[in-house]
């Protein structure tokens, strides 16, 4: 009988307690879960489908991820067609209609951002091409900016009795967000130019922000591995066209990069690319000043 | 620019032509206008270098975005009625195969025949179903699939076409029409994705390769932070182990549960438990008797059906693009009970039509592993066995007349197969796969199957299932 006591004092402390009454996100990506974070505060609990060290193209929709997906009242995602290989299942898997494309519960940040690279020709022979355009477009901080934005009007609308504390933590992050970038731009105006080769067509946005030099990439073909042929190809135009480093993000293969890097004689640089790639990379402010300072340690 | 310095312009007169000509008034007005003229241009300076700036910034995103090829958010080349086209992907495939036995006597000994597409691929080149699949939502509340399989002797035949509710709430979702039953592992994912070239034999003995039915499915996914999943399922129950009924009602019907998860970031797993139920009506299936003369027998009464299954997937933090390794098996356990006639008229003739109490109780399982030791490659092992368990034939053991030998598909023979494979997959739309398989599904002989198999997707990026 006492048992049965607590247990019903405990469903009904469950049932009243705050944090089950939160906004559920399921976010994507770490850089739109730290996203979340930082507009939701703790009205918002953040779930991640995927870390830093993995390739977010190549997912898989594990059980796990159907069940945060069946409990989520809204998924932020790249979008542009990055997650098109697990994210349609999330969606028709967990019989979940909040989530579902074109309803409010389902956000994809590139909807919100000026894309790059769209591909005049798509067709697979070009690799694993993104007809949208490049989907990477977390490292471009004046997207940031605008993601937020679009965000925490999202969240308002699906979670209206909060919309005021989301708006006043979106403006106070706002207004870190640029004196951030505006630190950054300063700090990062030596980079402009330096010429680099990448791994994968996933630092775009950050290259574009900083004017840093795309001289090759170590895939052959976008989502392609690299080969021997194309690495040798590679390093012989390096020979032409010098590059300072050879940079890929923390869920590339550090091989093809290492083997470059060694012929070459520039150096390997691995950045964070998301939120907990690297030890320093906390958060959206902290993934920007460790992107910048490991570029710039090696621009010298 | 030119608007703001009209506007100073205007309130200065207006303040001008409205001051009173009391001198201290006016030196007072003034100031004040002074100093309203210095606030407005000190903002408009402001307001200026705002402006050249976002000039600038825009100018320099128009020369990015010229450079990089960029368009606005959401732009899309699509327009007018082709804009909804659904999304449609082809897949082919083909096969060459070398085989120590003849594929078109293949038989399971020991199992009754489902007459499903069970047998290995034909000797030498051949093509291998190419599938053609075509989804979309079809509004808000469903969506849509159906996949068409062309096959090598030119027939289209429908392996999937059903709808699938969006929008009902609590974690529900109905779907209907023609699909793979969610029983089991591997029988709702098409044989395209499968990491072998052909089915196990436990699905080959038991389902007729993989149960593609005609009914309604209802799933509840629960609203745990752990994978629970609950689903019924009730159709027409015409494929093996069920027939063709000609009836009102339900001829089959399954339930099944998935529990699934993931430990720590670098292993997921799922398991299941399934219950297939069956009516078949007379079920039929050819044998020759013990003089070689063709006899049919028919099959009438209840089966019912276990599944075990279990998936464990690993790859180092979670992800798979370097190295992965899968493991997956599922045990099978078949009961039938009911009558079996056996009809020897249009061959030798010799005892006619005659009927006895039939059941089996009889299992089977595999296991497998596939690991991708570097980008691009994996190797594979699989083990299958069948066991025959217990068959009662009442018109053999009560002496009806035919004898066993007149059912040689039914000797006591539990069968068992080794397979490895090998495979190589140039990006995520095409593999090249060697498979060489030991098969000892009939008695007393073994074929050694060869295959090399081509597997490439066309179109729209599908994605797969855990």
Redesign the interface.
Known sequence: MARIQWLAIGILWLLAHPAFASLNILACEPEWGALAKELGGDKASVYVATTALQDPHRIEARPSLIARARGADLVVCSGADLEVGWLPLLQTQSGNPKIQTGQPGYFEAANYVVKLEVPRLVDRSQGDVHPGGNPHVHLSPYNIEKVAIALAERMAQIDSREAGYYQARTSAFLERWRQAIAKWEKDGASLKGMPIVVHHKDLSYLNNWLGLREVGELEPKPGLPPTASHLSDLLSRLGRDPAKAVVRSAYNDPQAAEWLSARAGIPAVTLPFTVGGTDRAKDLFSLYDDTLARLLAVNK | MFKGKLIAAAVALAFAGAAPAQDGDLAKMREEMKQLKEDYEQRMRALEKRLNEAEAKAGK?EQ??AK?????????GRSGENAFNPAISLILQGTYANESQNPNNYQITGFVPSNGEVAPPNRGFSLSETELSIAG?ID?YF?GTAVVALTSDNEAEVEEAYF?T????????LKGGRFFSDIGYLNPIHQHAWDFQDAPLAYKAFLGGQLKQDGVQL???????????LGTEFSSGDPFPGSDRNANGIGSSAVFG?????IG?SY???AGLSYLRNSPDNRTYDDVDATGGETTNSFSGKTKMWIADAVL?WAP??????TNFKLQGEYFRFKQDGNLTYDDSAGSNVFGSVTGPFNTDQTGWYGQGVWQFM??WRVGYRYDKLSYGTVNNGIVNDGLGPTSADFPVLANYSPTRNTVMFDWS????SRIRLQYAVDKSQQGLTDNQFFVQYIYS?GA?G????
């Open positions: 995103a990015s975005a990089a090829e960029a368009t606005s958010a959401g732009a899309s939502n808000p969506r699938q969006l929008a009902l709430p609590r974690g529900l979702i799933r509840w996914v629960a609203p745990t932070p752990f994978f629970l999943e998935h529990l699934g998860g993931d970031p997921a797993w799922r997937k933090q979670g992800n798979a693009s370097r980008p691009r140039p990006s995520e739309f066309l990026h994605a797969h299932r855990f």
